[in-house]
């Protein structure tokens, strides 16, 4: 008898599954709209000008070596990372309230954030919208969070957020409670709060004192301008919250498979700062001891070279608006098919996703008939359509619908 035999199989994570039933499917047709990764307009991965020239350079610098990084990672990247987020001229850096950490992407900062919340300051409780990136209950379930709540978000009729039902579920938390807020392009539904909002958002979140954890994985790739993406971020740091931000550089510089994110801790007082670093480098430490330098050297190179990171501006520019170009493309075509229903909302969204409010009947019939891939919610990502696919795309989702 193995001491495996009574290992339950776990279930399928959905994405990765249909990825590979999207691979493994032979039909000339076929279209990955599940996957949260850009394609060009020819349908394939893309690596961003600016990070092939500086990986090139990077390999041929003969001073470069394979040492361990530091245990919280490359300072160079985690100061370059914070400032992106807060800003270069933020108050929490220029009075050294906030620093960052390096971390396994933006999965592995939700994780450490998610550890030092409760073993440090004995938070067991958390909220995050309904929907939300599917990874967040595991997160903080794993980290031993015991009450895991979500707040409503997304209005099905409307097709937007359902501002009122997050107000009012948000006013039921406890105090300390953890609050889960997407700094921009929120997944699954690409719909954010208005500035109007996430003010009356920071009124009840210092009200009931709340600690807001922004999740930031789409700065820049959203709209094509970080500043812009970091507005409901630094305007939390201006209203004088202590938070946490977590960075992934996955979207933002297509380094995916890099692992570069930072978690980035914003204080009330530059004192904690000794204490609460130390904490998280011993977590990390029992973790996995160090992070990869790859990505890290990469963004940071980047980031802290004036030429560099004005190319790479121009990189996240070309994303975000080949996207924009395909949410109009998409609600123009279902119009002019006639396809019931409004589209608006597809053009009105925002980042990677659109929340196109396909049910799983619709969902299934793409999937089968059409062999194309999406989430059962109906989330499809943007970047898998391009001028080849659209119009093949916009006649499925017009014959599922009628
Ligand atoms: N948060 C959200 C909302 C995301 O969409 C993603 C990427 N799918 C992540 C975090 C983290 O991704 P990664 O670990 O690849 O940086």
């Known amino acids: 008898m193995s001491i495996y035999a009574d290992v339950q199989k776990g279930p399928a994570i959905e994405v990765f599954a249909l990825t590979q039933a999207f691979k493994d499917d032979s039909h000339p047709n076929k279209v990955n709209l599940s996957v949260g990764a850009y394609r060009t307009d020819a349908g394939v991965p893309w690596v961003l000008p600016v990070v092939r020239k500086t990986e090139i350079s990077i390999a041929s610098d003969e001073a470069q070596n394979h040492e361990y990084l530091p245990v919280t990672g490359l300072d160079t990247f985690t100061t370059a990372a914070t400032e992106l987020v807060l800003g270069s001229d933020s108050p929490a850096i220029k009075e050294n309230r906030a620093f960052g950490v390096q971390t396994i992407s933006g999965t592995g900062a939700l994780r450490v954030a998610a550890d030092f919340l409760h073993t440090q300051l004995n938070r067991n409780v958390v909220y995050y919208s309904n929907p939300t990136w599917e990874n967040h209950h595991k997160i903080f379930s794993d980290a031993g969070f015991t009450t895991l709540k979500s707040y409503r978000y997304w209005d099905q009729n409307k097709r937007q957020l359902d501002f009122k039902n997050m107000v009012a579920d948000l006013d039921q938390a406890p105090p300390g409670a953890v609050i889960i807020l997407h700094a921009c392009a929120h997944n699954p539904t690409g719909i954010d709060p208005t500035q109007e909002q996430w003010t009356e958002l920071a009124n009840l979140l210092e009200k009931k004192k709340l600690f807001p954890l922004f999740d930031s994985a789409y700065q820049g790739f959203a709209s094509g301008d970080p500043d812009r993406d970091a507005w409901a971020v630094r305007y939390f740091v201006q209203r004088g919250f202590e938070l946490f931000t977590c960075q992934s550089f996955a979207k933002n510089f297509g380094l995916y498979c890099e692992r570069a994110g930072n978690l980035t801790v914003v204080q009330k007082h530059a004192a904690t700062k000794a204490a609460v670093h130390s904490q998280l480098t011993l977590l990390i430490r029992g973790q996995y001891s160090n ?26 520019q070309t994303m975000s608006s080949r996207i924009r170009e395909m949410r109009k493309a998409l609600r123009d075509k279902l119009v002019a098919l006639g396809t019931p229903g409004n589209w608006d909302h597809i053009v009105n969204q925002i980042g990677m996703f659109s929340y196109t409010g396909l049910n799983k009947n619709q969902v299934d019939v793409l999937i089968n008939d059409f062999h194309i891939y999406l989430l059962k919610t109906g989330r499809i990502n943007m970047c898998g359509l391009n001028t080849g696919n659209i119009e093949y795309v916009a006649k499925a989702i017009h014959a599922a619908v009628t």
């Open 291 to 316: 992070p990869p330098a790859y990505g890290a050297r990469i963004v940071s190179k980047v980031l802290n070279t004036p030429e560099l990171r004005k190319e790479w501006m121009t990189s996240i």
